[in-house]
């Protein structure tokens, strides 16, 4: 079997937990979710969840990433506790639906922001995401060593950034300027016929949407120092560092702008900051761009890990499992993803229609992982545990019942979306009985 290099401790893995969780959420979804909760109470208490979400997540996580110190993070999971066939379908819709859109969106987001600083016209804007895509996959082939110092350098640069902008909020937002005021106003402002628990469930699609991402360090525990000790904390670092970054950052853009404002502004970021500095627009647009950019690159970093995993079960195309003799990366893996996302990106051009039902996936797998731990702690009770859910049984089932929360809501609210999602799903039935059936005649 093939094996990849394994150099990475927790400072690198914590980077690339936190990068993956800010991308260009941060950024786009305070509209979102502005748009469905008037009250900067209840935008607050949203944002809190996901923190409470994130961090039960990553700390429930933290248990399977100790015991299955595999590359392939969720995979890897579903696999020892559910089989291959749910294992299969979640790295199935992980390559269809979420990792190749996100990859496409945050590609187009850079190329946007780039052009508001140096307009290029709109074929240039799309010119300028098919080469982000190309020259981060390039960088993520070199070296991992090179990729690693990627997610560090734009990570930084992106933690830079948002300290900026909670700095600005705290210091110069104005109470009476923003019109900030924590009351328990009505939840819903775009839609009356909507109840306070149905907006606030369409909120926290905005929300998850930020926030996700601290379990991708686990898709490189193949590639970690003392994977049994540096996943788990790298995953734990990476969840209360976001949570707390996020909610910093919405109290101080509803100290610069009204609620009313970041529900209709297109780049709430760079509207917030313009209130107070002249030429706050252009620096959060730059900021933005790197942002963006970096997290297409930890995107193609760690995602194709999945499909490597995959393919060495005999899941999926064989070339997958190529190493790059000099780099001793992914290659072919990682190649093969940057070309989807660049059809999906030509095809699509946006990630907005269709962010409902790549969040809707990605929870209902999510919550099947954190799941696993309570099943495998009764199935598995011989398996070697270096770290234990602080909290548990009540961590996990906080996260699964949340996550439950969200999809039951997708599915009353928003259920094209979420029908759409489980055509997707099922889709990856044939491949899987495809693969499975050749294995067995090789």
């Known amino acids: ?16 937990a936190i990068g993956a969780c800010i991308g260009s959420g941060i950024f786009l979804s305070p509209t979102l979710v502005a748009g469905y909760l008037s009250s900067p109470l209840w935008i607050l208490l949203a944002w809190g969840l996901g923190f409470v979400h994130s961090l039960t997540g990553a ?28 294992a299969f379908l979640y790295a199935w819709v992980t390559f269809v639906v979420i990792n190749g859109s996100a990859i496409a969106a945050l590609s187009l987001t850079f190329a946007r922001y780039f052009a508001f600083i140096v307009p290029v016209g709109k074929r240039g804007v799309l010119a300028l995401a098919v080469l982000a895509i190309l020259g981060m996959a ?10 690693d110092l990627s997610a560090k350098v734009f990570t930084t640069l992106k933690l830079a950034g948002l300290a900026t902008i909670i700095g600005v909020g705290l210091a110069l937002g104005s109470v009476k300027r923003s019109g900030f005021s ?69 109290l101080a853009y509803m100290l610069l702008l009204p609620v009313d404002r970041i529900a209709v502004s297109s780049c709430p970021a760079a509207d917030a900051v313009q209130t107070v500095l002249p030429f706050g627009g252009i620096f959060i647009s730059v900021m933005i761009a790197l942002s963006a950019l970096g997290t297409v690159g930890i995107c193609l970093y760690s ?6 995993a995959l393919a060495n079960d005999g899941l999926f195309f064989r070339s997958f499992t190529a190493i790059h003799r000099r780099f001793r990366t992914p290659a072919n893996a990682i190649l093969f993803q940057t070309a989807w996302s660049i059809f999906l990106l030509l095809f699509w051009g946006t990630f907005a229609n269709i962010i409902t039902y790549l969040v809707f996936t990605d929870v209902l797998f999510m919550a099947l992982v954190g799941a696993s731990v309570i099943w495998l702690r009764k199935k598995r009770k011989d398996l070697d545990r270096p770290y234990k859910t602080l909290g548990y049984p009540v961590t996990p089932l906080v996260f699964v019942l949340i996550s439950f929360f969200f999809l039951v809501n997708t599915l009353i ?9 489980i055509v997707c799903l099922l889709a990856g039935l044939p491949f899987y009985f495809y693969f499975k059936k050749k294995r067995q005649v090789t």
């Open 1 to 16: 079997m093939a094996k990849l290099e394994g150099n990475l401790g927790v400072y690198g893995l914590s980077m690339v």
């Open 59 to 86: 700390l429930t996580f933290s248990e399977l990433g100790g015991m299955f110190p595999k590359a392939g993070g969720q995979y890897a999971y579903l696999k020892e506790g559910y089989g291959e066939l749910p």
């Open 138 to 147: 390039a960088v993520n082939v070199l070296r991992t060593a090179y990729s």
């Open 182 to 250: 924590l009351t328990l106003a009505s939840a819903s402002s775009t839609d009356p016929s909507l109840s306070l628990v149905g907006a606030f469930g369409l909120a926290f699609v905005g929300v998850y949407f930020a926030s996700g991402g601290w379990q991708h360090a686990s898709y490189l525990a193949g590639e970690a120092r003392d994977p049994r000790r540096t996943v788990p904390r790298a995953m734990i670092i990476g969840a209360v560092v976001v949570g707390t970054v996020y909610w910093l950052a919405n």
């Open 303 to 308: 995602v194709p890990r999945i499909f490597f």
């Open 413 to 421: 609210h928003k259920p094209a979306q979420a029908y759409a999602a």
